[in-house]
């Protein structure tokens, strides 16, 4: 049952009223009460009040004969009041006058609220009690509410006296007992329509919820471009909404990402498979070839199967680096030999373009990075410049320090890339000149597919470094590769 959100929060919701009602009402039922007792009191002072005074009058209109008591009867008979008795006392507490002694016939109200009893046992236990108190109140327990009694002493004739006054507490257990039965009824028909409202806006509130669990399910593969209802930008709900469709972006834009890999490498690879495929049935298609024509078929087929297999491993590398799992081992290595290196390695491809390589000679450059990976950084944008660079054209790479860190540039005077592929030629199979490209694919030399760019700009990054194109017109192309100052490291000689 607990199981739904809405559940929960009615169930909350109804349980922290509940606490609160209680409470409310034990603090209402205590203020009432403490207030109708305060108010009997008040009365019962009041009438005592105005008992004396009558008395007063009473004593000095009577004759000897009469005395204290008839004077007593005579106020008795004045201040006659439903469910109020009054008694004069000796100090050692004996009945002198009471209330309930007039004759019958002169009483009134009877049937209203019926008078409290003074029997002598009630006023032992009225005055025991009040020696035991503060205040001239005291409540004895009984039926009805019980009794409030209250005891003031007074001189009358020269003699000290105490007036009695006892009061039902009928009327106010009753107004007491109509509270609770109120309260009683009222809480729980309070917490009843409050948890069903609060049940209804919880549903109400939460529909968003469901209706976005109903369209999430229903998302897939294939229909990633759809997206959640944004029912209020402004609320949590519809703040959850808006992130969950930015996700939804983001996994939509790598799945098309994905796709156009997949197809772009299966087209890349349908080449040389179509290649190697057609080569070799002519081959073998003609049982009386020379030695020589089968060298030339086999040295065509090396050739696709060397792309083939140089796109595979740049796919599989590109493919591991998605995944964070091509490891970066770093090492101390010196940036200027790296780069003579890798000058040297490709002088052979470049003296057969009679290409003029030539390493700018900036001092030691020691650095920490991934050796490996930086001299396939560099092979991939050498390779380049050579492929990209007309016969007898000039290659210039430098590696120097720099304030922003280690600096590579790789510089060519070949034909440059048209300005409206600047922007696009690290991405992934993006060829800026498909049809150079397949030109210089023939066999001899080393056409890409149009990962070693991307390849490039990734170990830059892998270094936390950047790889970006600094120039590139019709005098000719520089690339630029940075490694943060961090890569740097002090050479000894400093
Ligand atoms: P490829 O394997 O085709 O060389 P790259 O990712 O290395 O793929 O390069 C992408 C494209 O950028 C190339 O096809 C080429 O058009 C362009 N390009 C790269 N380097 C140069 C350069 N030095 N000069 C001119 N064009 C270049």
């Known amino acids: ?111 209203t609220e019926p008078s409290p009893r003074i029997s002598p ?154 290649i190697l495929q057609g080569e070799s049935e002519v081959a073998l298609s003609n049982p009386t070839r020379t030695p020589e024509e089968y060298r030339e078929s086999l040295s065509a087929l090396q050739h696709e199967a060397r792309r083939l297999a140089r796109i595979v491993e740049d796919m599989f590398t590109l493919s591991r680096a998605d995944a964070g799992q091509y490891p970066v081992n770093r090492c101390e290595l010196y940036l200027d030999e790296l780069v003579a290196e890798c000058a040297h390695s490709v002088r052979t491809l470049a003296a057969a373009k009679s290409i003029t390589l030539s390493v700018e000679p900036n001092g030691e450059l020691p650095v920490s990075g991934d050796e490996s990976l930086l001299s396939r950084m560099l092979l991939n944008l050498l390779d380049n410049a050579i492929k990209y660079t007309p016969n007898g054209g000039k290659i210039t790479v430098a590696a120097r320090a720099t304030p922003a860190g280690a600096q590579i540039t790789v510089t060519d005077n070949g034909t440059g890339i048209p300005r409206e592929f600047h922007s696009r030629i690290f991405e992934r199979f993006f060829r800026a000149d498909l049809a150079r490209t397949r030109a210089n694919s023939a066999p001899g030399s080393a056409g890409g597919a149009g990962l070693g760019l991307s390849i490039a700009k990734w170990i830059a990054e892998a270094h936390r470094g950047t790889l970006g194109l600094t120039r590139s017109d019709a005098s000719g192309t520089v690339f630029t590769v940075t490694l943060p100052a961090e890569a740097l490291i002090s050479s000894p000689s400093d």
């Open 1 to 111: 049952m607990f199981s739904s959100v809405r559940a929960r929060l009615t169930f909350w919701y109804a349980g922290v009223l509940t606490c609160t009602l209680l409470l409310l009402s034990l603090v209402i039922y205590w203020i009432v009460k403490r207030s109708v007792m305060a108010r009997t009191d008040a009365g019962l002072v009041e009438l005592a009040d105005s008992f004396l005074a009558t008395l007063d009058a009473e004593l000095s209109d009577a004759t000897p004969a009469n005395g204290v008591a008839a004077a007593a009867r005579q106020s008795m008979l004045e201040h006659q009041y439903p469910g109020h008795s009054f008694a004069v006392l000796t100090p050692i507490g004996q009945k002198l006058a009471a209330s309930e002694d007039l004759p019958a016939a002169t009483r009134e109200n009877r049937r």
């Open 121 to 274: 046992e009630i006023v032992q236990s009225c005055l025991a009690s009040l020696s035991s108190t503060e205040t001239p109140f005291v409540t004895l327990p009984g039926r009805r509410g019980g009794t409030r009694c209250y005891v003031r002493s007074f001189t009358a004739a020269r003699t000290d006296w105490r007036l009695m006054i006892l009061a039902s507490r009928h009327p106010e257990s009753e107004l007491l007992a109509r509270l609770r039965v109120a309260l009683g009824w009222l809480i729980p028909i309070t917490i009843i329509l409050a948890s069903a409202g609060g049940y209804f806006l919880a549903r109400k509130n939460l529909a968003p919820v469901a209706d976005m669990t109903a369209r999430a399910n229903l998302i897939s593969e294939s229909t990633l471009h759809e997206r959640l209802a944004v029912q209020n930008p402004a609320d949590e709900l519809g703040r959850l909404a808006a992130t969950l469709n930015r996700l939804l972006d983001r996994l939509d834009l790598a799945f098309q990402r994905q796709r156009r890999f997949i197809a772009d490498a299966s087209h890349e690879l349908r080449t040389p498979l179509a």
